[in-house]
């Protein structure tokens, strides 16, 4: 099968893999379900490795530009560790604007993918928040034509 190469920001992507993540452990309708969730999950997870990492180390990094240590951030007032936690995050959300390139199967996820409820008092969780799921895989996700 052909793979096709797209551009998503980090924050997208991230909600991509949390979508596919989520889907990857409900259960599917069939197996072919479940391989075509794994398929496109394998290169979310791969293209994201190098943002975790460098999300890590730039915490790292702001907290020793401000010359804290990991160690003594627990010793600090509650401000200062808030005023540092904002510091971080805005580093943080900065790098998720960044483009992160993808070479997804030529695939998309269909209305036959998606879990179904299931039996018994927990049933309905196998089918829970699709709507929400269905938007966080964007293009992944091939709506029904009205």
Request: net charge negative; no cysteine.
């Amino acid at each position: 099968m052909s793979s096709e190469q797209k551009q998503y920001t980090v924050r997208e992507l991230r909600r991509i893999h949390g979508a596919l993540s989520i889907l990857g452990n409900r259960f599917a309708p069939s197996i072919s379900s479940d391989i075509r969730v794994s398929r496109l999950l394998g290169p979310a997870s791969k293209a994201l490795d190098p943002y975790e990492q460098t999300r890590a180390k730039s915490a790292l990094q702001v907290a020793e530009n401000e010359g804290i240590s990991i160690r003594d951030a627990e010793k600090l007032s509650g401000l200062a560790q808030q005023l540092l936690l904002a510091k971080i995050t805005l580093v943080q959300d900065e790098a998720e604007l960044q483009l992160v390139e993808v070479n997804f199967p030529d695939l998309r996820l269909t209305q036959a993918d998606l879990p179904k409820e299931r039996t018994g008092d927990d049933g309905w969780k196998n089918g829970a928040q699709l709507g929400a799921i269905i938007s966080d895989l964007g293009d992944l996700f091939e709506l029904p034509k009205e």
